[in-house]
């Protein structure tokens, strides 16, 4: 509550003393600058960050890595549209890469092009620049139909050739599409990074600058895109460029517990997946090392972008992001090259922030995630921040982040919808189709936990202190939790419904509610964690008062209420008061 009184004070200084200034020109020498290095499919379990130095030297050294930040949507243009809102994926409802239920087309139809990060930025004086993968499905045919909007400059890589490592198709402001057939794809984006860093600096505007390259995402030979009746997508080991093919040659996929396991691990199509034979594992190693491989002109970008801002005289102005849309498995739980999972490999994503009073050289374990990175941009440059938010902004100076009164969120909500696809050259089971979950990641002070409900209506409970690799499913074949198993003390079966209860609230939360959602099980205020919740005083309220549990009616490929069980009722406080307006808890308002 001290929190909340405190943020809302605090936007409305701001909207009283920013916005008159953001009517007349900006000076640059006051705003901030953010340079966001957002790249595709790159995993923090796997050990990406370990092979690139100068992210290394330049970020992680000089700036704080958030250790346990999330992405809530494990494919990338969902999770993009998330980032780009600051909303969840079910207030979004771009909820898939592919038309009907998301890509470029669906992000259009949902109005979001009049709506979203980019044009949010010039309202508030900002210039604003994009060079790479914007989304999915935004192609060579449909990237003037209309044009994103929302930017100065910018030079989109295009669909059907967005993931051709050595045939990309780039296409600047109004201009047609133009192809580099031959060259390699992130030297191509580099230096287009580079022009619009100094077209940025000579503008003498305050800019956001967003660099999105294709690696470490599989090289795709797409022949049509998800526009067509019948495309045909031929995925394979990313290309590295060819100063860098002999790297690495020993590296291989971490051999934790749940590489590969002798008995099959996790929940609906991913336990009835075969072990990988001998074959299969030696291509997912090269496939491995081919990513680490076209990482390294990433590395060399982000050198190239650091070394422009320092002879810019940018540098002690500029917030530095980095970032990626989804992380990455290879081999965990038998599962061929992908994301689209609930696992840590999936949803743990880098997220490293430079800049001005930003801490140096330290690792946080605060709980962040996709969403809150919108409000973040808008905290770092000064913009009050939006009611539709669904995250809050992250902690990024010492004050922030010890902040004794600072009472962050603990949780992740993590959502899904339709299928997950193997990105080797090996077969995966078409009952990927089947991938649509509801989870929870939950780390607090003496647990750490995931929880998930599938579309079949199966659970998973991973406790992550004990299990960090997630091979124990705490619920039985025959959905019975162990009562053999505490959590702070206590049985899981007492720990159960709570979870379900937390679930059940942010499978449709909008706003505040998301960030905190114990408020709309206990309006009073008493309640603010999941230690709290599982005082026993409780019991009876999660046993037997919130009797409605999370239950899909059947599994389909989007976001179609029919299929979504019962929802959580926002609209009662026991006295006939509606309790949410605008995504804000009833007594906030008052
Ligand atoms: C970063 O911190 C570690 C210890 O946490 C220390 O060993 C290292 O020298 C520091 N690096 C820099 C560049 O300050
Ligand atoms: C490369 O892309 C262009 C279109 O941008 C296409 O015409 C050409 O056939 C492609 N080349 C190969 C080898 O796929
Ligand atoms: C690509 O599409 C064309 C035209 O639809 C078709 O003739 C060709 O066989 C396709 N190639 C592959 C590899 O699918
Ligand atoms: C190994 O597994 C792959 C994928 O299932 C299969 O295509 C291949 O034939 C297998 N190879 C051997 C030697 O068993
Ligand atoms: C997917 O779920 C649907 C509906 O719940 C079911 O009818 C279908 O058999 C499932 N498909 C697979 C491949 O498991
Ligand atoms: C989400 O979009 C799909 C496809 O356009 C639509 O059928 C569905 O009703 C939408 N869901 C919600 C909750 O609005």
């Known amino acids: 509550m001290r929190a909340l009184i405190r943020l809302l004070l605090w936007v409305s200084l701001r909207a009283t003393t920013w916005f008159p200034a953001q009517q007349q020109s900006l000076s640059a020498r006051h705003k901030p600058n953010i340079v966001f290095v957002l790249t595709d499919d790159q995993d923090t379990h796997l050990?990406?960050?370990?092979?690139?130095?100068?992210?290394?030297?330049?970020?992680?050294?000089?700036?704080?890595?958030?250790?346990?930040?999330?992405?809530?949507?494990?494919?990338?243009?969902?999770?993009?549209?998330?980032?780009?809102?600051?909303?969840?994926?079910?207030?979004?409802?771009?909820?898939?890469?592919?038309?009907?239920?998301?890509g470029y087309p669906k992000f259009i139809s949902q109005g979001f092009n009049e709506n979203y990060l980019p044009v949010w930025l010039r309202e508030a004086g900002y210039n604003t620049y994009y060079v790479g993968k914007l989304f999915n499905v935004h192609t060579v045919d449909n990237y003037n139909s209309p044009f994103p909007n929302g930017f100065t400059s910018h030079e989109f890589l295009l669909d059907p050739y967005t993931y051709d490592y050595l045939n990309s198709t780039f296409q600047r402001n109004y201009e047609a599409p133009r192809s580099y057939e031959g060259e390699y794809v992130t030297d191509v984006l580099a230096q287009k990074a580079y022009t619009l860093l100094?077209?940025?600096?000579?503008?003498?505007?305050?800019?956001?600058?967003?660099?999105?390259?294709?690696?470490?995402?599989?090289?795709?030979?797409?022949?049509?895109?998800g526009l067509d009746e019948h495309p045909f997508f031929d995925f394979g080991a990313p290309i590295p460029a060819k100063r860098h093919q002999q790297l690495f040659d020993d590296a291989n996929v971490p051999r934790t517990p749940s590489f590969n396991p002798e008995i099959p691990s996790g929940a609906n199509w991913i336990k009835t997946l075969r072990r990988q034979n001998q074959t299969n594992v030696e291509y997912n190693d090269h496939f491995y090392r081919n990513r680490l491989r076209a990482l390294q002109a990433v590395d060399e970008m982000v050198d190239g972008i650091f070394s422009r801002l320092e002879g810019l005289s940018l540098l002690d102005n500029t917030y530095v992001v980095y970032s990626s849309d989804n992380g990455y498995h290879i081999g965990q739980h038998r599962l061929q090259p992908g994301k689209s999972c609930g696992f840590e490999e999936d949803i743990n994503v880098p997220l490293i922030i430079r800049g001005p009073s930003v801490r140096e050289n330290v690792t946080t374990d605060i709980v962040t995630t996709h969403t809150d990175l919108a409000p973040t941009f808008f905290r770092l440059l000064g913009i009050p921040l939006r009611s539709d938010f669904d995250g809050e902004p992250i902690p990024v100076t010492r004050e922030q982040i010890e902040s004794p009164y600072l009472k962050r969120q603990e949780h992740v909500t993590v959502e899904y919808w339709g299928f997950a696809a193997g990105e080797g050259i090996y077969d995966f089971d078409l009952s990927a189709y089947n991938n649509t979950y509801k989870a929870i990641r939950i780390k607090g002070a003496g647990y750490n936990l995931y929880y998930s409900v599938w579309c079949n209506n199966e659970h998973e409970l991973y406790d992550l202190d004990t299990d960090p690799h997630q091979m124990t499913n705490l619920f039985s074949e025959n959905e019975k939790v162990s009562s053999s198993h505490h959590i702070l003390g206590i049985g899981i079966p007492k720990v159960v419904p709570?979870?379900?209860s937390l679930l059940?609230?942010?499978?449709?939360?909008?706003?505040?509610?998301?960030?905190s959602p114990w408020k709309a099980l206990h309006p009073n205020g008493a309640v603010n964690c999941l230690k709290d919740a599982l005082n026993e005083v409780y019991d009876h309220f999660y046993e037997v008062e919130q009797s409605t549990r999370v239950v899909f009616d059947e599994c389909v490929r989007g976001y179609l209420?029919?299929?979504?069980?019962?929802?959580?009722?926002?609209?009662?406080?026991?006295?006939?008061?509606?309790?949410?307006?605008?995504?804000?808890?009833?007594?906030?308002?008052?």
């Open 504 to 515: 059940l609230v942010l499978k449709s939360c909008k706003g505040k509610v998301c960030v």
């Open 498 to 500: 709570r979870l379900d």
């Open 198 to 225: 100094e077209e940025a600096a000579e503008a003498q505007k305050p800019f956001f600058l967003t660099v999105a390259p294709s690696a470490p995402h599989c090289n795709v030979f797409m022949n049509g895109t």
């Open 47 to 102: 050990g990406s960050l370990d092979y690139m130095p100068h992210v290394q030297r330049h970020l992680l050294n000089s700036g704080t890595y958030y250790r346990s930040h999330y992405c809530t949507t494990s494919v990338c243009c969902p999770s993009r549209v998330t980032l780009w809102t600051g909303r969840l994926a079910h207030n979004t409802n771009v909820t898939d890469v592919n038309p009907p239920y998301g």
């Open 561 to 590: 209420l029919d299929a979504e069980g019962p929802q959580f009722d926002f609209d009662r406080d026991g006295q006939g008061n509606n309790l949410i307006r605008d995504g804000l808890l009833w007594h906030e308002w008052v």
